[in-house]
T-cell receptor, first 114, second 113 residues
Framework: EAGVTQSPTHLIKTRGQQVTLRCSPI?????VYWYQQALGLGLQFLLW???????NRGNFPPRFSGRQFPNYSSELNVNALELEDSALYLC?????????????FGPGTRLTVL | GENVEQHPSTLSVQEGDSAVIKCTYS??????FPWYKQELGKGPQLIID?????GEKKDQRIAVTLNKTAKHFSLHITETQPEDSAVYFC????????????FGSGTKLNVKP
C-alpha cells in the first residue's frame, strides 16, 4: 500500500511569489492535514480537510489556503510568500475524522523563500 | 488553546541505556497523546499512542505513561539502539471533531554506539 505522497520535494521561491503544494493521501483515507515545520521547531497545524470540506485551520494568515478534491487529494496554496514561510510542509492523512484517528505523514515539501 | 511543552530538546545516551522524554499539556480536555519519530528527510511516523483512560502503554522497548492529574506524559525507550536516533515529537489532541493535534517542539535523541 502506497503511503502519503507529496510534491514537489523541494521548492525555491522569492518573496511575494505564490506556491502550490500537493498531497495524495493513502488510498481510502478521507481526511488530509497540513502542517508547517520551521527549522528547529515543532509541527504547527495549518489546515484539516475532510470529505472535501475545510474542517479546521490553525493560527495562520488567510494567505495560507487550500482545498481538497473529490479524490481526497489536496493542495496547499501560499500567496505573497514571506521569508519566514521557509519550512518543511508536511501533509498527513487519516482514515476518517474520528477521535484520535492515526495520522500518517508524507515526506514533506521543503520550501525555501529567498 | 492547547500548549504542549517537551523536554529535553536534545538527549544523548549510550547504546543500551534508557531514554526518557517528557511532555506537559495545558488543556485538561485533551484525551489522545501520540508520539512520533522523525528520521532525517522523512515525515513523522507514529510509534506509540495513549488515550486518557489508561495510565501506561507498552510496545516492546517503548512505553508511554500518562498522568492526567499533573497533565504530563512521557516516552520511555529501553535498551536504546543507534537506529533509535531521530527526533521525537509528542502531541496532544482533544480527539473530538476538531481533530487538531498540538505538537511539542521535539527532542533530538542521539544514541552513541
Amino acid at each position: 500500500e502506497a503511503g502519503v505522497t507529496q510534491s514537489p520535494t523541494h521548492l525555491i521561491k522569492t518573496r511575494g511569489q505564490q506556491v502550490t503544494l500537493r498531497c495524495s493521501p493513502i488510498s481510502g483515507h478521507t481526511s488530509v492535514y497540513w502542517y508547517q515545520q520551521a527549522l528547529g521547531l515543532g509541527l504547527q497545524f495549518l489546515l484539516w480537510y475532510d470529505e472535501g470540506e475545510e474542517r479546521n485551520r490553525g493560527n495562520f494568515p488567510p494567505r495560507f489556503s487550500g482545498r481538497q478534491f473529490p479524490n481526497y487529494s489536496s493542495e496547499l496554496n501560499v500567496n505573497a510568500l514571506e521569508l519566514e514561510d521557509s519550512a518543511l510542509y508536511l501533509c498527513a492523512s487519516s482514515l476518517g475524522a474520528g477521535p484520535g484517528d492515526e495520522q500518517f505523514f508524507g515526506p514533506g515539501t521543503r520550501l525555501t523563500v529567498l | 488553546g492547547e500548549n504542549v511543552e517537551q523536554h529535553p530538546s536534545t538527549l544523548s545516551v549510550q547504546e543500551g541505556d534508557s531514554a526518557v522524554i517528557k511532555c506537559t499539556y495545558s488543556d485538561s480536555a485533551s484525551n489522545y497523546f501520540p508520539w512520533y519519530k522523525q528520521e532525517l528527510g522523512k515525515g513523522p511516523q507514529l510509534i506509540i499512542d495513549i488515550r486518557s483512560n489508561v495510565g501506561e502503554k507498552k510496545d516492546q522497548r517503548i512505553a508511554v505513561t500518562l498522568n492526567k492529574t499533573a497533565k504530563h506524559f512521557s516516552l520511555h525507550i529501553t535498551e536504546t539502539q543507534p537506529e533509535d536516533s531521530a527526533v521525537y515529537f509528542c502531541a496532544a489532541s482533544r480527539g473530538n471533531n476538531f481533530n487538531k493535534f498540538y505538537f511539542g517542539s521535539g527532542t533530538k535523541l542521539n544514541v552513541k554506539p
